[in-house]
C-alpha cells in the first residue's frame, strides 16, 4: 500500500476545473467557430490542430517530468503558457490566426492532463482501481459547464465561448500550485526500454484500439452539436444532452473501482466497444427521435468512461517504473492525439459530402474494428 496520505480533494479540484474548461471546449467549441461563419472543412482542421499536438506534446513533455521528476512544475508551467496563448483569440478571428492560436495554445494544454494522471496514479499507489473515484469530479466539472454555459449561449452568444475557457484556466493555474509531486516509490528497475516495451504484441493490439476507438469519436467530438441544431435542438438542450452523457459517466465511476477487479479489464473493454458501436449508428439513425438521442447519450458511460478508465489501468500496469508518465503520454498521443485528429479531420472533410448518417456509420465501423482487435489480439489479464 502507499503510505503516503492521498490529497483527495486537491487532485479531485484540479480534474474539476480542468474537465469544466473541457465542458466549454469539446461542446462548444465548433459551434463558436461556425458562428464566426467558418464551414464544415474549416471547422474539422482548426478542431483537429488540438488533437495533432497531442501526438507530441504530451510525450515531449512527459520525457521532461520523468527526467526531472517534478511532473506538477511541468503542469504549472504549462497551464500559465497556455492561458497566456489562449489570449490570443481575443485579438483576431481569421482562420489562420486562430491555427496558430490553437496549436501554440494545445501544445502546452495538452501537457498537463497526462502528467497529472500519472501524478494522481503515482498517490493511489497500489489503489489505482480506485482511480475513477478521483476521477469523477473531473466528470462532475464538465456536466457543471455543459449546463451552464449551455443554458446562456441562446441569450448571450456565442463570444462567451471564449470567455468561460479564459476565466477557467485561470482556476486551472491556482489549483495546480496547490498539488505537489507523489513521492516516488523505489523501483528495482526504470521499466526498461519504452520502446521494448511497445514492441510486445499486446502492447501493439493495446495502441491501435486506443488509436481507432478515438478516430471513431471524430464526428462526435467535432459535429454532434452542428448535427443536433440542424434538427432545431435549442443550445439549453444541448447542454443537457452533454451533461446527460457525462451523469452516466460519472454513475460508472463511482462503481469502477468494483468492476474492475471482479470481470477484469479485458471483458470491460470488449463491454466498452461494443455499446460505442451500438452509440454511433444510434445517433446516425435516429437523431429525430429524443429518447433514443437520449439513451444514447446514457452509453457515453461506455464510450467513455469505461474505456477510459480500463485504459488508464492497462498503460499504468504496460508502463513501470520511470516510463509512467510517457506511458500516459503515449496514450493520450495515440488516442486522442493521432486517432482524434485523424477522425477530426475525415469527418470534416466529408461532412458535407455525404449524410450524417452515413459519417456516424462510418464511425460505427471503426470502433467495431477495434473491438475485434481487442476481442482476438488482447489477453490482458496476464498482466
Request: hydrophobic share 55%.
Amino acid at each position: 500500500m502507499n503510505s503516503s496520505p492521498l490529497p483527495y480533494w486537491r487532485l479531485s479540484g484540479f480534474y474539476w476545473v480542468y474537465f469544466a474548461s473541457l465542458g466549454v471546449v469539446v461542446p462548444f467549441w465548433a459551434l463558436y467557430l461556425n458562428s464566426l461563419g467558418f464551414e464544415a472543412r474549416a471547422i474539422g482542421e482548426l478542431m483537429s490542430i488540438l488533437m495533432v499536438t497531442k501526438i507530441v506534446a504530451p510525450y515531449l513533455w512527459s520525457w521532461i517530468a520523468d527526467h526531472t521528476g517534478h511532473c506538477m512544475k511541468i503542469i504549472r508551467i504549462a497551464s500559465i503558457c497556455s492561458l497566456v496563448a489562449f489570449s490570443g483569440v481575443f485579438i483576431n478571428s481569421s482562420f489562420w490566426w486562430l491555427a496558430v492560436v490553437m496549436l501554440l495554445f494545445s501544445f502546452f494544454w495538452n501537457a498537463t492532463l497526462p502528467q497529472f494522471e500519472a501524478n494522481t496514479m503515482n498517490f493511489l499507489g497500489e489503489d489505482t482501481h480506485k482511480y475513477s473515484v478521483v476521477r469523477l469530479w473531473g466528470s462532475l466539472g464538465f456536466v457543471f459547464s455543459v449546463i451552464i454555459i449551455g443554458s446562456m449561449l441562446d441569450e448571450f452568444g456565442y463570444q462567451l465561448v471564449p470567455v468561460s475557457v479564459f476565466i477557467l484556466y485561470v482556476f486551472i493555474i491556482a489549483f495546480s500550485f496547490v498539488v505537489g509531486d507523489a513521492p516516488q516509490k523505489q523501483h528495482h528497475d526504470d521499466g526498461g526500454s519504452i520502446l521494448n516495451v511497445i514492441k510486445q504484441p499486446q502492447v501493439m493490439a493495446l495502441l491501435l484500439v486506443c488509436f481507432l476507438m478515438q478516430m471513431s469519436h471524430g464526428p462526435y467530438y467535432t459535429f454532434y452539436s452542428i448535427y443536433l441544431k440542424q434538427f432545431n435542438y435549442s443550445s439549453s438542450t444541448l447542454g443537457w444532452l452533454w451533461a446527460l452523457g457525462v451523469i452516466a459517466e460519472i454513475i460508472l465511476f463511482m462503481f469502477m473501482h468494483k468492476l474492475m477487479p471482479k470481470y477484469g479489464p479485458r471483458n470491460l473493454l470488449i463491454i466498452a466497444l461494443t455499446l460505442t458501436t451500438l452509440r454511433w449508428l444510434l445517433i446516425g439513425k435516429f437523431v429525430e427521435d429524443i429518447l433514443i438521442v437520449i439513451f444514447a447519450q446514457c452509453l457515453h458511460a461506455a464510450s467513455f468512461g469505461l474505456y477510459h478508465a480500463v485504459a488508464i489501468e492497462l498503460f499504468h500496469r504496460n508502463f513501470k517504473g520511470k516510463l509512467q508518465g510517457r506511458g500516459q503520454a503515449l496514450y493520450s498521443a495515440i488516442s486522442f492525439g493521432a486517432g482524434g485528429a485523424i477522425g477530426t479531420l475525415l469527418s470534416g472533410a466529408y461532412w458535407d459530402a455525404y449524410s450524417p448518417q452515413i459519417i456516424f456509420n462510418a464511425a460505427a465501423v471503426v470502433s467495431f474494428l477495434a473491438l475485434l482487435i481487442a476481442f482476438k489480439f488482447l489477453s490482458i489479464e496476464k498482466n
